[in-house]
Protein backbone atom coordinates (compact mmCIF):
# COMPACT_ATOMS: atom_id res chain seq x y z
CA UNK A 1 0.00 0.00 0.00
CA UNK A 2 1.11 3.44 -1.02
CA UNK A 3 -0.12 5.56 1.74
CA UNK A 4 -2.15 3.82 4.87
CA UNK A 5 -3.98 6.21 7.54
CA UNK A 6 -4.39 4.81 10.86
CA UNK A 7 -6.67 6.43 13.72
CA UNK A 8 -6.14 10.13 12.44
CA UNK A 9 -7.67 12.08 14.81
CA UNK A 10 -6.62 15.93 15.16
CA UNK A 11 -8.24 18.35 18.01
CA UNK A 12 -8.30 21.74 17.92
CA UNK A 13 -8.76 22.34 21.67
CA UNK A 14 -12.45 20.62 22.87
CA UNK A 15 -13.51 20.30 19.18
CA UNK A 16 -12.32 17.17 17.31
CA UNK A 17 -12.00 17.88 13.80
CA UNK A 18 -10.95 14.32 12.34
CA UNK A 19 -11.83 11.66 14.45
CA UNK A 20 -9.78 8.26 14.64
CA UNK A 21 -10.41 8.18 10.48
CA UNK A 22 -8.51 5.30 8.80
CA UNK A 23 -8.22 4.57 4.92
CA UNK A 24 -5.70 3.35 2.38
CA UNK A 25 -4.58 4.60 -0.99
CA UNK A 26 -3.46 2.12 -3.42
CA UNK A 27 -0.71 2.87 -6.24
CA UNK A 28 -2.31 4.20 -9.41
CA UNK A 29 -5.78 4.49 -8.11
CA UNK A 30 -8.16 7.55 -7.91
CA UNK A 31 -9.60 8.27 -4.46
CA UNK A 32 -12.17 10.48 -3.66
CA UNK A 33 -13.61 11.78 -0.40
CA UNK A 34 -16.66 12.87 0.06
CA UNK A 35 -18.40 15.00 2.69
CA UNK A 36 -20.78 17.85 3.57
CA UNK A 37 -18.78 20.72 5.05
CA UNK A 38 -16.95 20.99 8.19
CA UNK A 39 -17.03 16.58 7.59
CA UNK A 40 -12.57 17.23 8.04
CA UNK A 41 -11.89 16.74 4.86
CA UNK A 42 -9.73 19.87 4.05
CA UNK A 43 -8.50 19.09 7.60
CA UNK A 44 -7.27 15.47 6.79
CA UNK A 45 -5.44 16.46 3.69
CA UNK A 46 -3.52 19.05 5.51
CA UNK A 47 -2.81 16.49 8.31
CA UNK A 48 -1.64 13.96 5.73
CA UNK A 49 0.75 16.53 3.56
CA UNK A 50 2.15 17.58 7.01
CA UNK A 51 0.86 21.28 7.31
CA UNK A 52 -1.39 19.93 10.07
CA UNK A 53 0.10 17.39 12.79
CA UNK A 54 -1.91 14.86 13.93
CA UNK A 55 -3.25 14.69 18.11
CA UNK A 56 -3.24 11.03 17.46
CA UNK A 57 -2.73 8.30 14.63
CA UNK A 58 -0.28 7.55 11.82
CA UNK A 59 0.11 8.08 8.32
CA UNK A 60 2.30 5.81 6.97
CA UNK A 61 4.08 6.45 3.66
CA UNK A 62 5.68 3.09 1.79
CA UNK A 63 5.93 1.77 5.44
CA UNK A 64 7.10 4.45 7.04
CA UNK A 65 5.49 7.25 10.00
CA UNK A 66 5.86 10.40 8.55
CA UNK A 67 3.78 11.83 10.98
CA UNK A 68 6.24 14.60 12.28
CA UNK A 69 8.02 15.78 9.19
CA UNK A 70 7.07 19.09 8.07
CA UNK A 71 5.52 19.54 4.54
CA UNK A 72 8.60 20.11 2.57
CA UNK A 73 9.61 16.62 3.72
CA UNK A 74 6.34 14.92 3.03
CA UNK A 75 6.49 16.91 -0.65
CA UNK A 76 10.15 15.48 -0.57
CA UNK A 77 8.80 12.06 -0.40
CA UNK A 78 6.89 12.38 -3.30
CA UNK A 79 3.71 13.04 -1.45
CA UNK A 80 2.67 16.65 -3.08
CA UNK A 81 -0.76 19.00 -1.94
CA UNK A 82 -2.40 21.21 -3.86
CA UNK A 83 -4.66 24.08 -2.55
CA UNK A 84 -8.42 25.16 -3.34
CA UNK A 85 -7.14 28.59 -4.16
CA UNK A 86 -3.82 28.93 -5.23
CA UNK A 87 -1.87 31.39 -4.23
CA UNK A 88 0.00 33.09 -6.99
CA UNK A 89 1.94 36.50 -7.84
CA UNK A 90 -0.30 38.36 -10.71
CA UNK A 91 2.92 40.07 -12.02
CA UNK A 92 5.00 36.36 -13.16
CA UNK A 93 4.01 34.23 -15.61
CA UNK A 94 2.99 31.05 -15.93
CA UNK A 95 6.62 29.82 -16.65
CA UNK A 96 8.20 31.73 -13.69
CA UNK A 97 5.66 29.94 -11.35
CA UNK A 98 6.43 26.32 -12.73
CA UNK A 99 10.09 27.80 -12.38
CA UNK A 100 9.39 28.43 -8.40
CA UNK A 101 7.94 24.68 -8.00
CA UNK A 102 10.82 22.98 -9.71
CA UNK A 103 12.43 24.07 -6.22
CA UNK A 104 12.42 20.10 -5.34
CA UNK A 105 13.87 18.78 -8.32
CA UNK A 106 16.99 21.69 -8.04
CA UNK A 107 17.59 20.43 -4.51
CA UNK A 108 17.22 16.29 -5.48
CA UNK A 109 19.80 17.21 -8.47
CA UNK A 110 22.26 19.72 -6.78
CA UNK A 111 21.65 19.17 -3.03
CA UNK A 112 23.53 22.18 -1.01
CA UNK A 113 25.57 23.10 -4.02
CA UNK A 114 22.41 24.86 -5.26
CA UNK A 115 23.47 27.61 -3.38
CA UNK A 116 26.09 28.16 -6.05
CA UNK A 117 23.14 29.18 -8.50
CA UNK A 118 22.25 31.92 -6.44
CA UNK A 119 26.24 33.28 -8.27
CA UNK A 120 26.85 31.38 -11.23
CA UNK A 121 23.06 30.74 -12.52
CA UNK A 122 21.84 27.19 -13.25
CA UNK A 123 23.58 24.31 -14.88
CA UNK A 124 23.15 24.73 -18.42
CA UNK A 125 21.93 20.96 -19.04
CA UNK A 126 19.93 20.94 -15.37
CA UNK A 127 18.56 24.21 -17.06
CA UNK A 128 17.43 21.83 -20.17
CA UNK A 129 16.09 19.29 -18.38
CA UNK A 130 13.96 21.82 -16.46
CA UNK A 131 12.49 23.47 -19.53
CA UNK A 132 11.67 20.20 -20.69
CA UNK A 133 10.08 19.24 -17.56
CA UNK A 134 7.86 22.20 -17.61
CA UNK A 135 6.52 21.81 -21.27
CA UNK A 136 5.73 18.26 -20.46
CA UNK A 137 3.75 19.66 -17.67
CA UNK A 138 2.09 22.57 -19.19
CA UNK A 139 1.43 20.69 -22.37
CA UNK A 140 -0.74 17.88 -19.81
CA UNK A 141 -2.35 20.90 -18.20
CA UNK A 142 -3.16 22.86 -21.45
CA UNK A 143 -1.44 25.31 -20.17
CA UNK A 144 1.10 25.87 -22.88
CA UNK A 145 -0.34 28.56 -24.61
CA UNK A 146 -0.43 30.80 -22.01
CA UNK A 147 2.94 29.81 -20.58
CA UNK A 148 4.31 33.09 -21.07
CA UNK A 149 0.90 35.24 -19.58
CA UNK A 150 0.81 36.83 -16.28
CA UNK A 151 -0.93 34.80 -13.74
CA UNK A 152 -3.53 38.22 -13.26
CA UNK A 153 -4.32 37.12 -16.54
CA UNK A 154 -5.54 33.71 -16.16
CA UNK A 155 -9.45 32.85 -15.02
CA UNK A 156 -10.17 31.16 -11.81
CA UNK A 157 -10.14 27.77 -13.81
CA UNK A 158 -6.34 28.45 -15.17
CA UNK A 159 -5.26 29.56 -11.82
CA UNK A 160 -6.44 26.48 -10.75
CA UNK A 161 -4.41 24.35 -13.00
CA UNK A 162 -1.66 26.32 -12.94
CA UNK A 163 -1.62 25.17 -9.04
CA UNK A 164 -2.51 21.46 -10.48
CA UNK A 165 0.97 22.32 -12.98
CA UNK A 166 3.08 23.32 -10.36
CA UNK A 167 2.45 20.39 -7.54
CA UNK A 168 3.14 18.31 -10.78
CA UNK A 169 6.37 19.60 -11.84
CA UNK A 170 7.47 18.37 -8.35
CA UNK A 171 7.12 14.67 -9.53
CA UNK A 172 4.55 13.43 -6.94
CA UNK A 173 3.73 10.00 -6.99
CA UNK A 174 1.00 10.86 -4.75
CA UNK A 175 -1.02 14.15 -5.69
CA UNK A 176 -3.44 15.75 -2.94
CA UNK A 177 -5.93 17.90 -4.41
CA UNK A 178 -7.95 19.76 -2.08
CA UNK A 179 -11.45 21.14 -3.83
CA UNK A 180 -9.94 21.67 -7.73
CA UNK A 181 -13.30 21.95 -9.25
CA UNK A 182 -14.81 24.18 -6.89
CA UNK A 183 -15.78 27.66 -8.85
CA UNK A 184 -15.73 26.34 -12.12
CA UNK A 185 -18.26 26.17 -15.17
CA UNK A 186 -18.78 22.95 -16.89
CA UNK A 187 -16.22 23.35 -19.69
CA UNK A 188 -13.49 23.63 -17.32
CA UNK A 189 -15.18 21.19 -15.39
CA UNK A 190 -14.49 18.54 -18.07
CA UNK A 191 -11.01 20.05 -18.77
CA UNK A 192 -10.10 19.09 -15.32
CA UNK A 193 -11.46 16.02 -15.66
CA UNK A 194 -9.44 15.09 -18.78
CA UNK A 195 -6.52 16.26 -17.09
CA UNK A 196 -6.87 14.46 -13.75
CA UNK A 197 -7.47 11.58 -16.48
CA UNK A 198 -3.88 11.91 -18.18
CA UNK A 199 -2.60 12.51 -14.55
CA UNK A 200 -3.41 8.89 -13.64
CA UNK A 201 -2.17 7.55 -17.01
CA UNK A 202 1.14 8.94 -16.68
CA UNK A 203 1.54 7.41 -12.98
CA UNK A 204 0.12 9.52 -11.18
CA UNK A 205 -1.97 8.71 -7.83
CA UNK A 206 -4.77 10.64 -6.91
CA UNK A 207 -6.39 11.57 -3.60
CA UNK A 208 -9.17 14.14 -4.12
CA UNK A 209 -11.63 16.07 -1.86
CA UNK A 210 -14.28 18.03 -4.19
CA UNK A 211 -18.44 19.47 -3.14
CA UNK A 212 -18.80 18.42 -6.30
CA UNK A 213 -20.60 15.15 -6.18
CA UNK A 214 -21.26 14.59 -9.72
CA UNK A 215 -17.50 15.28 -10.93
CA UNK A 216 -15.80 12.95 -8.60
CA UNK A 217 -18.23 10.34 -8.77
CA UNK A 218 -17.15 9.93 -12.80
CA UNK A 219 -13.43 10.20 -11.61
CA UNK A 220 -12.69 8.60 -8.86
CA UNK A 221 -12.13 4.68 -8.72
CA UNK A 222 -12.72 4.32 -4.64
CA UNK A 223 -14.30 6.68 -2.48
CA UNK A 224 -14.36 7.85 1.28
CA UNK A 225 -17.17 9.31 2.71
CA UNK A 226 -16.36 11.77 5.63
CA UNK A 227 -18.83 13.27 8.43
CA UNK A 228 -18.29 15.21 11.69
CA UNK A 229 -14.87 14.45 10.73
CA UNK A 230 -15.23 10.72 11.19
CA UNK A 231 -15.46 7.79 8.67
CA UNK A 232 -19.01 6.91 7.55
CA UNK A 233 -18.98 5.11 4.22
CA UNK A 234 -16.05 3.52 2.25
CA UNK A 235 -16.41 1.60 -1.23
CA UNK A 236 -16.39 2.07 -5.17
CA UNK A 237 -18.02 5.05 -5.87
CA UNK A 238 -21.34 4.51 -6.39
CA UNK A 239 -22.02 2.62 -3.23
CA UNK A 240 -20.84 4.98 -0.86
CA UNK A 241 -22.87 7.57 -2.99
CA UNK A 242 -25.54 5.30 -2.71
CA UNK A 243 -25.18 5.03 1.13
CA UNK A 244 -27.91 5.94 3.89
CA UNK A 245 -25.67 7.25 6.31
CA UNK A 246 -24.01 9.23 2.77
CA UNK A 247 -26.93 10.85 1.82
CA UNK A 248 -28.52 11.48 5.47
CA UNK A 249 -25.45 13.49 5.62
CA UNK A 250 -25.77 15.35 2.87
CA UNK A 251 -29.37 15.90 1.74
CA UNK A 252 -30.95 14.73 5.49
CA UNK A 253 -32.20 11.77 7.18
CA UNK A 254 -35.48 12.01 5.17
CA UNK A 255 -34.09 11.42 2.24
CA UNK A 256 -32.07 8.75 3.10
Known amino acids: MLLDIQNLTKRFGGLTAVSNVSFGVERGEIVGIF ?139 LLLLDEPASGLGHDEITNLDAVLRDLKSHGVTLCIIDHKVGFLGRLADRSIALHHGAVIATGKTEDVLANEAVVAAYLGKKHA
Open 35 to 173: GPNGSGKTTTLSLIAGILKPTSGAIVWKDRDISTLTPFEVAQQGLVKTFQNPQLFPELTVAQHMRIACHLHVKRALGIGRLRTLFSGMPAELDRTLEHKIGQMLELCRLSSQRNDEAGALSYGGEKMLGVAMGMVCDPE
